[in-house]
Every structure is written in structure tokens, then in C-alpha cells.
């Protein structure tokens, strides 16, 4: 149960159009769904207005489904992270609505998807392999009810792929850049804008790339002011930032 | 000129207040001022929303105060970070209106400060070695036009002590929370809200904190959804990329 | 042989229930089993109170066997760690007793299970990828004679979790924390009680979790008092530890 | 209030010879002390069974005589470490009763001396440059209640040292073993005795010791089962961790 | 005696304007000068094409001067690098023709300056707390006989300072990039020129740039192709490379 | 289209055998072929003086193919880095001019060779192992126009492998010095030489080589001035950047 | 032919059994075996009084036979160390002599063993994981013409192991201590003896043991004077040191 | 007491002319001195060869001049390294046979010094700046009773520095090679010569050299067989392991 509803729930309360104890029974449900391997944050959508994601790596297809059943029979959309064909094909089996969006490693599942918010997130990734991590982070902005525009392999060794696509960056409400190697992107664009923007640092290199780390440190120590900084692959993590960002930018102040 | 001021100015040509000529000759004015020994980005304003900082770490008073001159005239507001006693001081004898923010080591100069937008920035920190860090932050995002509520000294040592504040930090529009050593903070209040959270780890500790890099990585490890990162003691950059996101909040969508 | 059962032998003989030949051959025999590949340290269940635990990794099936079969005829108690499916089934073949906890990757053989101690280690973890770790912890303590209680996904991400089990967690002797990511459940547990808490980090993440680092110096610089370390991953150290202090709790001061 | 106190309170409404109206007063008095800079943890004896401790570094004298003020009004009882001899100087000044521990660099301050717990803490350490450390470790355990015997230079490099003290080392309840260097002390200990061992690795040594981080991962790697480790140079975590330890073995199962 | 002289000597044998014997005499000279304390490699200027170099640092003003007398006299030519004022001051006072570069941090001795070659080297820095490394560069690729321009304060978060620029940088024969925090600078040019571009990482940042680390990082993992890196602030190295790069384009093919 | 080209088009205009329609038609050409997942930079001939370069890893055959094709038709010039024995065979299907360098792991596709230019590029190698490295960066040094020669197996273990082939060495314009482990061939042989030296660490080695940081760092902190480093395993690059450096040697100043 | 060959030979000459021509011909030999894709250095044996070791990790097993079959025939004595059971079995074929030592990973060739000298070389290690370490440095010893005694599984956890045996250790020449984890082997040892220890760290171990650099780290930083330390794994370069140690001990001074 | 004086006394006893009582006396002294703040090993000299070596660093002088005292009136002979000027000034005002080798930080007193063995141990270092760790290992090499030659300012970056030198090298017994920056000079010297070669990385350098990793880090990759290494500037253990290993060569077989 999203903020939203909680809302419309005791509107209708005030409204008389259901009763105290009807009303009650929701909010005394028990926050927790216990799974035995897994406690389930079922009061997460209250919390956080998006209900709890599965990381799906490390876990057995079975758990995923598990878990994904409870999610879906209360909130009526699923976000699964991180997932390995062989639970791509368990929770398309057990669940029809589920759509595998294969490079970003993503499976969701909605009821009635979210109405669009108002602005735009930017997805810019600097080279052809950032791509499974740039799809994570659209998918799960797209998911959380934003518009996603894509803007890939846009990197700096070449700065008139960025700078032809300028005004695509410059409308963004939010912009989540992508780079692996020297990790330099988020820089040069947030040099350019006046919104957030959200830097991934992607593990794509080699020897001193030492995993990520290079990008990683470079995006920390970005001299362009604005910048923020997610873990090394965690388009996941800059997706659902920029949401919760966007999200501010579509309220009534 | 900030790009409200822009705007401004190409009404007042639409009205006929102003001549094509004169609005020109603003726009011609060369995006440089050059020092000889730096090189003032006069349109960053424009471009960011926000004049260039001048970062007072390793240039001598002298030149702070050719460069703030620049920025002062043009802009009439300034913000200088990471200042020694020594520059304050210099600054304070060069300018009447300069103030001396101890604690934040900055000096703020504004000929008319900012129209305070109405989203609150929250400003957590978790011990009171953290409170420069800090500070850097919530001078930062005042300087920038926003308001600011501080909430310092609640790390998760004691939980009681975040949890009884929780009303304010669940009503602010973004959240800044500063930590060193482990660099828990980020993750509790995360778990406790639905708005973007800053995390800023401070090199506070001692051995295995390593400078800042044990609390740096617990922060881009954290299990909460929407924490975003920045270097390790940059209050700056938190305060302005929070600055940027509660901007968005009270924008018209 | 156990420190209780040498200071038995010894009551038996000042009781004159058997000969000081008969005790001086059961300490005249070498402390050490050479197995060529191996020297199995006899003497380590009269020297520390629990007979020599076999590190099954690296270790051939055959190999574990050996070691294994020198302890259990002379002790009656065996544990194997880390132990790979082959070693299980070898293991089970050797022995009729042999226990194969899958999740802990341990085998136990008991003769007579040790009598439970009065007091209670409870065994918590952050996340279902930690459970393996926490289950190691578990395992190790209850074959050590301690009753064990587990709580597991207990995350600080969403505190209800914990905070809703606050009365197991607080009526125990000792606390074994197990976290990856960053680490922050020990930190947060200690604050709430006053018992000593062992915090396990993981190797659960990616990226900048550098393979259970970011962890590990999350739980060294912990804001709580009284919270000590083990390695990453390293459960069964955790276990031994808490059955140390669990077994002073219990001896008579 | 420590918990013994607050029991005494209890037992003493219990007896008719306090109204439950005083009872409720010392119970509703809010469990923080809001100094500006710092909100003193005036809940902490009641839960973790020591009143807050000042950690003095980076505190300005002024701040450590303030908190020190507040805890020592409620408490009686007051321990500030990493003070400087400036920190000391002024706190002497402040209190009739505060006892600079010099090599310690730590200040302590008793109404009453908490009685002495039956059993012992051992604090060894390695070599001469470890006694800071070794220090903080015995003057926190002894202020907390406990008795404690000294060990020191006692470094493997040299183990007659070791081995012809091993009775008092063999006595001890728990063992705090500080070592340098490659941090081998705890190992060898540990796989003498059956009682918990705390290790903590000094900042000692030079070039590949980095600041510590050698004898660290000595210890959190050691063959020995049951040792747990505390950040470099943290003595008093260690006195800390092996008082709660200390006080489970003198309570009654 | 560089190579050009040598075989100016040589042509004067050939051409009856010497004799067999001085020629010999002066090949005959040992390639060491041994000063007790160092070894002068007298020989180096024909090997490598221009004297031995000073590096000042750790060494005291009089080794300074002993060194430089050996080459001065061999050579009309020396270098000296990471100079303290304390040095610039005995070396002045030494030697008349001493120039000291006080934000190089070098001194220059030359009889007569080398004959400037044909191609332009341009040095870039990013901001203005790489200029003593810039300077670095700069002055010894100025007395190593090559014409330098400078461009600084062009770092990537204002792409306009070094687009405006963009004829000087193309028309450099070789490019020295220097750049600290993230160290994107080498990577932006590179994508803009068919140039060799040496990058030289400096140690300007705090926190997570530990010292320069990640902007050598960054350069390291350079998407533009033909980046080659120096150490942390060895602006020397890059100005040396740079003319050896330089005296190839002006050689004849 | 390389420089060489544009400026023949352009004399061509100027010689009245081509429109200027014709010339502004190739000019006007969009800098970008996209073809979904990658934009081609179709720009870089000219810009950079010779066609992108596709890195091979990470990308599916399809997708390399793809690229490939693109640059072909335009170029008549294809170089294929980090390929896979899968990449080779659909690659020698696609295109009849694929010629697959197995220990260089690379492809290349070429209508006509390039000219030779007249410098030499000595390729030189410390061990056997580091031979991949070393003909990446032979092959990308040989397909860009350049006479290579190799040296290989000629590590600082056994220095009469080198000295016994120092004419070789002396002669070449641009020295290309692969090692790993710890990485001293380039010290040794830019202390031999005037002209510039690049170093090419590799990952060869075990334990403490850290997967080639241990050579890497070595070349970094050269004694011999004059040495520039690429990235670990970066034979394409030391290929690249000597290619560059040669090209300068043989214009016309 | 190693220097004894030599000296033999040499001595021969001057005996008049044999003439200065055939001298010179052994003498004239090129002192490199070009096998294109290495160099064997067949100069190696008479430098450095053993013929050239093959490290056949990373080489296939034909170029092992190869180089194998060039040493073999010149000296009659072949090392090939880090074998694979690939290597080992196609050695065996092309050589009758080929004796493959499986725990050690070593094939050796020996026409006539060398005469034992008389010293003894105690090869120690920590642990049954450390075996094949251990065994590749037993081998190596064996083979450069040493008398090897083994003492394995002696970790400090278990000090009697160790003391329990100390007649052995002391009696050696050299020590060469084998350990992984902690690496505290060595300084225990040495601190007990006045003969040289050679210590090597495994990269036995895992979580903070990061591949060996605990064990590394430790040795590097023994409390024990006269330890010095070889790569993390490098059983072969101890047995070479300790060989060379032990050749001294059997010289005349 | 030395082996040698042991041995003496022994025969003394044999032959006559002293009692058993008066042995026994000897034997019978605690191995330890307890000065309160150090436990001086009294036993060493007897066991190692050389009475306990103070290493200065981190004591007051008047600590040393107390653990001075003891050893000089046993042993006749007290080796302390790293002192300050201050310890030496005191040292010398203590002991009139005190002398200090200002360079090396070293003091020594001899009461007679020890004969000279036959062998020659060879001290070599790459720059001026290594010579206080160069001379450390030189004076510890002297003060243990060997013959000295020192060879400074080789490093390979002028290889005929090394090379016209090197019959001193070849005649060595030991060599220990002392370097910072790259460290390659030790794998060039032992390239050269059959016997042992310590290696000692120093912590000269600036930027990746990582205050002596880099040097350390390539010492330990050493391509050349039989090198081993000690800690960052450890000159003193390097010179200990030096004269084990000279007195092995010393001894009779």
C-alpha cells in the first residue's frame, strides 16, 4: 500500500465510506511477512512509497518467486534486480505478468503500471558495455512511474556525441550518467546543466581500472559541483534516486 | 547573472523597457575574466544557477580576494570555502559585508540574500567532530536560498536520540546526513524516509577508518534504497546538490 | 579429553577408584596424532575445552576423514567447516553419525551431544545472502553446548525489524552480528544492550563492498562500545568466541 | 542511573519507602542532555551499564569539561580518553576528583570506585612503544569494575617472556592481548588458554606496518579460534568489550 | 658534452682541426664524477642528450651545490628540481647566472641557452593548485630548448575555457595535461587532437583522491587513445618527455 | 576520411576538379553512425588521424561486425582489439580481408596497407608471458604505418639478452618496454637511450604482484627520466601513443 | 656448465689434457639459446651456479619441452616449477628422466644428481594448506644439491607442535618458514635460533587474508631480527635463496 | 653472553678450572631484566648471537640509557638504531665509548670489538637519498663483526655505474642492495652474481611510490632468482640477516 492509497484510504474514512474497523485491520497488519530465510518489509511502500526490490542475486529462483508472490498479492507491482536467466524463466513461468527486460538483468511485474510524472530522467552512459547498467537504472526510473530518455555511448573522448545532444541533457529534470574506465562523463556534463546529476561508476576497464574503483574515486572527486555518487553497477540504486528526486519535482511545493 | 536574471532581461526587451543593443552587450561580456593565475567562469551562473565558489584551500589570501572581487561585482554574492583564519581575516578587511561562518570555515558575501524557497533541508550529523562537515553543508544550502534545519550529534549508537526527531527529519525535502567512522547514519534514516537522502562521510576516526574510506564505503554499500554519495568531508557538494533537488521541489512542474 | 574429564580422572584417583600408572599413561600420550600431512593436536580439548575443528576447505575428502576419524575415537565430538557436498557424502559414508548442516557447509559427529549451558547466544543477521555465515555461527555454538536463537534479515534498513524483536535480543548472553554490505546492524545492536556483541562481516555485495572490506572496517570503526570483530565470512570463529564467553557466564564466579 | 540503581529504585518503591510519583519523575527526565553541540547520552548507564564515555580528541577543553559536567552530576562517574595534557590540565582544574592516567592519556573521575568484580583481566602487550594503548585498555576496565593484571613486552620474538608468565596469564577470565608490528601475541596466547581473547593492533611499527593495518589483518587471520579484534589502537574498546565479558562470569547463571 | 657537441668534435678530427689525442683525452674521461656522498654521471648528456638532472629535495643545499659545480662546469647546464627557498638561496649565492622559478619550485643555470627547436609543447593545467607541477613541466621543457605556451585554469567543469582555446592546443607538436581530483583534463584533449598528450596527475583534492591516486587512476584508464602518464606531480618527467617527443619532430627525418 | 585525405579534397576544390557542393556533401556528413547500442565516431580520421578502434571485449560478434562494417566502408581501415577466437571467426566470415594476429589477439582489415613511415618503433618484451601485450601493441603499431621491430624475452635477470642487442634499441625512434612482475626493463632501457620510452606493465606475475600494479607502479616511479606509462596489459595504447610520437618524426617540422 | 665445470675445465687446460682451441669454443658460445618465442639463457649456470629454471605457468606444454630440451642437453640438470598435470605428463613423455613432484607442482630432469652438501636445509610450514608451497621449496633445495628436512604443520596455535621439535630447527642452516593467515611462523622461529630465516607467506587463508598480503604484511614486519621474506607463494625463490646460503656454509672461507 | 663465551665458560668447567657452582650461577640468572617498562631479553645473545638491539625510536632517551645500561655491563657490546640527535647526546654524556654514526641514526659501544670474519658483505644503493638506510645495515653488518664495502649511488638508471664496479659486487659473500623509487636495482645485481641478495626497499620517492610500496612491491617480484627482501627502510635487519648469513660462510662445515 503506496502513500497514495494510505490516503485515499482514510479519506474515504473521513468520507464515511468505510468503517473505523475495516480501516484498523489494515494498519494493524503486522509489517513483516515472515518467509522463514526471508522477512518480507511489507510496510515499505507506507515508508519509502515504493514497495520493498528483490536483489535477485544469491538467491534461488524458488526464494525470488517466494517472495515476489507476497509483494505482488499486496502492492501489485515487483521489481526484481540482478536476475540470471534461470530466474527470468522461473518468474515468467509462475507469474504472467512478468516482462524480462534482458540487458538490464531486470524482471518487473505491474498490475496497472504508475501514471507518468511530469519530467524527464536523462540516462547518459559513456561506452557500449556500460549498457546492462545504464537499461538497470531506466528500468527502475521507468518502473517508479517516470519518463526515461536514453542517450548511450555518448563518452568523453568524443564530445561532440554529448554536445550534439545537448538539449536532451539541458530538459532533464534529473540526469543519471554512466561511465566505467576514468569515469569522466559525469563531469563534463554536470559542468553543463543546473540539475542534479547522479554518477555510476561502472566496473568496464581493465588492470588499473581495478574493478570500478578508478571510475569510482574519479566521480568522488569530480570538480564539477552537483555531482553524487552511487556504488560501482548500482543503476539500481541512481534509478530510484532520481525517482525519489523527480518525485519532489512533480509536488505542489 | 542568474537565469532568472536572464529572463528578466529579455522581458524587459519584449516590454520595450531596454534596447536590443544593451541586452547584447551583456551577452557579449567573454564567459572568462582572466587573472593571470586563474580563470573566473563569469557565466557559470547562468549556466549552473549559481555563481562559481571559490575554494580558499591552497591559494593565498591575496588571491581570494582578486578573485571574490570578480564574482562580488558582477554577481553580488559569494561564497568561499575551506578558509584559514588568515583569509577570513583578509577578506573581512576587503569587504564590509563579508561573513565569517567559524565553524563551516567559509565567508558568505550577499548583496541581497536569496528568496528562501519554501522545502526544508534537513542537516543530520552523528557526532560532534562531525560539526564542520556539517556546517559546510548548511551554510552551503542557505547561501544557495534554501532553509535549513540542523539535527547534529544523533548517531546510531543511541537510536533514541534520531528517533525522537524523527517528525523533522520526515517533513524535510532532502536530507544531508554526515557520519565518519562506520558512516551508519545514512543507511537508518534512508530506511525511515521517502526523500533523497545526501550521504557525506568525514575522515572523523582513527586507524581502520583509514582517512574516511571505511565510513566513504559503508555509505555506497548502504543497504537503503536512494542514498547518494559525495567525496569524504565535502559538505559543499552536499549542500549544493541538495540545494539543486529542493530547487526542483519548488519549481512549477 | 575435556578439562572436566582430566580433573574427573584426577578425583577418581585421589579417590582411589584407580592407579596413578593408569592416569600418568593418559597424560604421557603424545600430544600429537602425526597423520604425515596432518599432526592432529591432541591436546587441544584439555588445553582450550573443545577438541580440534577440521577446516574442510582445501582439505581432500580423504584427508578430512583421516583427521576426522583420529578425533572422534578420541574425543567423541567432531566438527568440520566449509565443507564442499563431496566431503559431506564421503564424510556420511565414514561415519554413521555424521550430521550434514547444508546452509552452515558443516558436518557434526557427536557421541552425546554436550549439556546446554543456561545462557542464550543469539545469532542475527542482516540479509538472506548472510544466512550461510550466520548459520556456520549457529552450528559451531550449538555443537559447543550453547542454545542458540536465531534472527535473520533483521537489516538496519528497515529498524521495525529489529526493534520488534528487541526482548529476544536483549534477554541473550552474547550477540553474533552478521552483515555484509556496510555492516551497520552491530552498531546499532550494541547501542540497545549491554552485552558483549561479536560482529561477522560478509563478503555479501559488490563492487565497493571490495569483497566484505567495506564490512569489515564498518564493524572496526563502530560508534558502540564493546562491539569486537572476527574475519569476513567467518562464522565459526564467532561461534567459538561467544561459546567462550557464554561459558563463563555460566561457571560459578 | 546504572541498572543496579535503577532496581534499587524499584525494589525500594516496592518496600513502601518511595512513591511511585518520585519513581516516575527520575524515569520521565528525558534521556538527553542538549548541550548545542553535543546531546549527552544521559539514558546510556541504564542501557549499556556505563555512562557515556568523552572520547577528548577534537573536543576543545571547554566541550569535555561541559559534557563531563553533565555525566558527572547523574552519574559519579566519568572517563574521557585520547586526552591531551592540555584536556588534563583544564579537567583538573574543573574537578577536585579527576585522576589524570598520563601514559594512558586518559582522565577518570569516581564518586565511589565500583566494587571490584571477582575475576581478573590480563592486559598483555608485546613491546614498550604498545604501553599507550595497553594503558587505555587497563585503566577502562579498572574504572568499570574490574580487576586487572599487567603483562607487558611480552613479544614473541622472545617467548621464554610469555611462557614463563603463563600462570597469570592461565588465571585470567579474559585476556586483552596488544601487539604491533605483525600482531602475532594474540595467536600465540590464544592457543594456550580456553578463555576469550581480545586482540588489538597498535599503530606501531614503520614502512610495510602500515600505521597498523599489518598487525590488524595478522590478527583478524589468526589460527588460533576464539580471538576478535578492535580497530588499531582502540584500548579502550578492548577494556570495554572484556568488562561486559568480565561481568557476565561474575553474575549468577 | 651533448651529442651535438661530440660530434662537432669528431667533424674537426675528420677535418685536421684537432688532433687524435684531444679527442681521445676527452672520451678518455671517467663517466663518474665521485663526490663521496654521489656518483655524477658525467656521461649522461651524450647518452641521453642533455645533462643529469638535480632533484633538490632531501638533499641539503651544499650537496646541492657540489653536484651543480660538476655539471656546470662539464656543461654550462643545470637543472634543479623541487628546490626549497632554503636551496634557490645558497645556489643564487653560488652562482651569479642561478634563476630561481619560485612556482616551478626550480633553478636554471645556462651559460648559453639552447637554441629554441621549431614545434610548440603546450602545457594545460586544470585549476590553480596545479600550477607549481605546470610550472614544473613548463621550465624544464623551456631550458631543455623547446618553446612552451601555457593555458591553465581549463579544467573540464567549464568546457568553454578550453574549447575557446582550441587553436593553441591543436597547434602544440606535443601536449603536457595536468590535472588533480578526478584528472579528466587529458581525456577530454586527447579526443580533441591528433597529438601525443603526456598526463600528469597531481596530488590537488582531499579525501577520496588519496594524494593524487585517483587522478592517476583516471589518466591510467584514459577512452582516448595516445595518453601516456607520469607519476603523481612529476611535472619534470612530463617536460622531459615532452622535449625528447619535440626533438623528433624537429630532427630530419 | 584521415587529414591526408580532407586536404587532398580541398586542393582538389582549389584545382577546380571538384564542386564545392561535392566538398560541402562529405563535410556535412553526420560525425556519428548510430547504429542503437553504439555511435560510431565516424569524425575521428580526421580528427585523430586514424579511424576508431572497436575494443573487442565485452561485445558480441554481432556487434563487433556491426561496427566493423561501418568504419570499413568508410575507411577501408579496421583494427580490432581484445578479441576472442569467436570474435576472429565471424569477423574472417564477414570480411575477406580479415587477417586474425591470434597472439595479439587482434583483427585488422586494411584495402590498402598504409604507407611505412621512415622511423622504427622498437617493440621490446621481459618475458615470455608478456607477449600478448607486446604484439598488440606491435600489430596496432604496424596497421597505423609504422616499421616495427621486436625485441622479446629480454628481461633485467639476465642483462646481455639487452646489451647485446643495443644497437637495435638505439636506432629505433620510439621504444615500446613491456614487462610485468617487477616491471624494470623500461628503467633500464631509457637510462640507454635519448629517445622517448613507453612502458607497458602486464598482469604477469603472482601474489604480490597485484595483477600487474607491482610492475605498474615500478614504471610510474622510474629513476630514468623520460618514461611515460599506460594502463596494465595496454598494448593497443603504448601502439597507439609510439605510433602518434613517430608520425611527428617524420613530418616536416 | 656450471662455474665448478668451468674452473674444471679450465684447470684441464692448464694440465695440458686439452687444447686452448676447444676452451675458446666453449668459452665462444653464444651465451642465448633463440627459440623465437624465448631466450634461453644459457649463460645462466656458469653466472650464477644453476642452469636457467623453467616457470611453466602460463606456457604450453610444448614450449616447455622446448626450452626444457636446450637446457637438458647443455647442463644435464632441468627445474621446471608451477607444472600442470598437462605439463607434467608431456614432459614425462618426451624425457625418460622426468620425475614430477605432485604436491610440489615440479618436474625434474637429473643426469647425475649433485653431491649433497653438507649443511641441512629445514623447510617448515604452518599448515596442511601450506603443502605445496612448502614442497616446492623441499624440491627445489633438494635439487640445487642440499640436504632437506621437513617439519610441517607446526602453527603457532599449537606452540608444543613446534617446540616439541626444536632440536631439528635448530640444528639446520638455513630455516625456510612456510605460512599463510597470520604469517607468524617465522617470527617465532627465528626468535629461538641465530640461523638465517627465510619466511613465505601463502595466499592460504581468505576474507582479510586478501590473497596473502596478511601473511606478506606480517613477515615483512617480525619483531624477530633476521627474517627476510620472499613473494606471497614462491616456495622455488626460498629454496634458491637457501640453497645459495647453504653453499656458502660448505665453502672455505 | 655469546655462543662462543657459553662454550668457553663449559670448557673451563671441563678442563677444571672453575666449579659447577659457578656454571650454575651463570645459567641460572633470569633470562630477563625488569626494568618496569620493558622486559630486557638477557638470554638473547646466548641464543641469537648478538645481545637485544634497542631500537631508539618512540623511547625517551632515558629509557634507552636505562635498557643501555643493562646490556653493556652483560654483554660489553649495545647496538641502538633510529635515534634522534637528543638520544645520542645523552648516550654519549652516559657512556664515553658511546659513538653515534650521525648518517646511519645509529650509536654504538663496544667494549672490544669483535674480530672480523673472513667474508665480505657488500652494501649498495641506488641514490644519495637511500644512505641512512644503506649506512644502518652497513653499521649493523660492522658492529656483528664483518668486513664492509660500500657501494652508493648505482641505481640502473647510469647501469655503467654498477657495471664498472662490478668485481667489488662478485667478490661479496652477501649483497644487500638498498633502493626506493622502482627498487629494480636488486633483480639487476642478482642477475649478476651466485650469491645471496638482500634486498631493502627505502621510502624515498613521492606520489605512487607510496611512502616505499612501490619499491617493496617490486623487490618481492623480482624476476631474478634469489633475492630476498626486508621492510621499507629497514637497513638494520637486512644487516643482521647479512651477518647470519656471513657467519654461516665463516664456519667450518
Redesign the interface.
Known sequence: MS?TQAIALLERLRAGKTSAQAVLRVFQAA??ADLG???V?T??NL????PE?IFG???TPA?VVDIARHIWRREGRVLVTRVLPEHARVLRRAFRAAVFHETARCVTLERTPLRK???VIAVLC????D?PVAEEAAVTADVMGNRVERL??????????LL?NLTLVQKA??IIAVAG????LP??V???????V?AV?T????????????????????????????????G???G??AS???A????K?
Open positions: 502513500p509489517p513483516l530465510f526471508a522477512q518489509d510496510h515499505r515508508r519509502k512509497g515504493f526490490v542475486s544469491g538467491k526464494q510524472r511530469p519530467g559513456a561506452g557500449t558495455s549498457l548511450y555511448d555518448v563518452g568523453v573522448a568524443g564530445l561532440h556525441r550534439g529534470t534529473v574506465m576514468e569515469g569522466a563531469s563534463v554536470s559542468g553543463l546543466v543546473s540539475r542534479p547522479i561508476p566496473s568496464v576497464g581493465y588492470g588499473a581500472s581495478l574493478g570500478g574503483l578508478a571510475a569510482l574515486l574519479g566521480m568522488l572527486n569530480s570538480c564539477a559541483s552537483g555531482v553524487t555518487v552511487v556504488n560501482i553497477d548500482n539500481f540504486g541512481a530510484y534516486a525519489q528526486i523527480n519532489l519535482a512533480s509536488e511545493p
